[in-house]
């Protein structure tokens, strides 16, 4: 059964990190492009990070850029995104998706004081 898990989201003080990994199984994380998504209550899904096969391009949506890094650790079939200067605005759902045909079920992050 192919499937995304993603983890490590919960709650955090403004200006703290998180570090949200997404898990591949049934499958081979290194032959994908994959993103990072997040989604906000009321809001539609947007874009956050992506990283190309091999990890030497990525993209990142101006609201993160400079505070967010994606990588990859394909011998541990996993993406990571690492989040810094954590802001209220970055709280949502954040969902990985390989070649945006696969999509984890998200991990929540909260961004509170």
């Known amino acids: 059964q192919l499937q995304l898990v993603e983890s490590g989201g919960g709650l955090v003080q403004p200006g703290g990190s998180l570090r949200l990994s997404c898990v591949a199984s049934?499958?081979?994380?290194?032959?994908?492009?994959m993103a990072w998504f997040r989604q906000a209550p009321g809001k539609e899904r947007e874009a956050v990070s992506c990283i190309s096969t091999v990890g030497n391009r990525k993209n990142y949506a101006d609201s993160v850029k400079g505070r967010f890094t994606i990588s990859r650790g394909n011998a541990k079939n996993t993406v990571y995104l690492q989040m810094n200067s954590l802001k209220p605005e970055d709280t949502a759902v954040y969902l990985c998706?390989?070649?945006?045909?696969?999509w984890g079920q998200g991990t929540q992050v909260t961004v509170s004081s």
């Open positions: 049934g499958f081979f994380l290194d032959a994908y492009y």
């Open positions: 998706s390989a070649d945006d045909r696969y």
